[in-house]
C-alpha cells in the first residue's frame, strides 16, 4: 500500500466539509469518499466548527484582548534603563568593541 502525501486543507476547504456533516444528509463514510479525507478528520472539523460558531455572531466583543498600556510603558522604562546600563558599562570596557 502506497502512501499517500501529506495534505493541507485550507479553511473552506474544511469549513464545506463540516457543513456538510452538520446538515447531516450523507454519512461521514460517505462525505469521507466525497471529499478524500478520513471520517474522523471530518468529524473534528465539525467539532471545531460547532465550538467556534458562537465567536461568529459575537459583534459586540472584540476577538483580541487589548493590551495593558500600563505594563507596556512599564516594559518600555526598563529597556530603557537597561540600555543606558548597558552603554555606560560598555564605555569602561577597554578593549576593540568599545564605545569611544
Known amino acids: 500500500m502506497t502512501k499517500r502525501p501529506r495534505r493541507n486543507h485550507g479553511a473552506v476547504f474544511k469549513a464545506k466539509a463540516a457543513l456538510e456533516a452538520i446538515k447531516g444528509e450523507q454519512t461521514l463514510v460517505e462525505l469521507s469518499e466525497r471529499f478524500q479525507v ?25 476577538s483580541q484582548k487589548e493590551p495593558d498600556i500600563k505594563e507596556l510603558h512599564a516594559k518600555i522604562g526598563q529597556l530603557a534603563m537597561e540600555n543606558d546600563f548597558l552603554s555606560v558599562a560598555l564605555g569602561r570596557i577597554d578593549g576593540p568593541s568599545a564605545k569611544k
Not at 460547532?50 to 466583543?61: R, S
Open 38 to 62: 478520513h471520517p474522523n478528520q471530518i468529524a473534528e472539523w465539525k467539532k471545531v466548527l460547532l465550538e467556534k460558531a458562537p465567536e461568529v455572531f459575537d459583534k459586540g466583543k472584540s
